[in-house]
């Protein structure tokens, strides 16, 4: 019981520590990207979008 408890925390810590590594090691490696993609555009244009490709909604002030 004891050792099936332990191996199941042991599991999960695991499972955190590889999930935060990955995040860790992929993450810059995304925003590197973004940002260089970031600067084609801005060139091009002065609009500010999210790089994300989402549908621009209209704001009602």
Known sequence: M?????????????????????????GPMVRKADNAAGAE????SHERRPLTGAISLPLVH
């Not at 408890?5 to 990955?22: D, F, N, P, Q």
Request: proline share 0%; charged share 5%.
């Open 41 to 44: 555009r801005a060139m091009g």
């Open 2 to 26: 004891l050792t099936t408890l332990v191996l199941v925390l042991a599991g999960i810590t695991a499972w955190c520590v590889a999930s935060l590594a990955l995040a860790l090691i992929v």
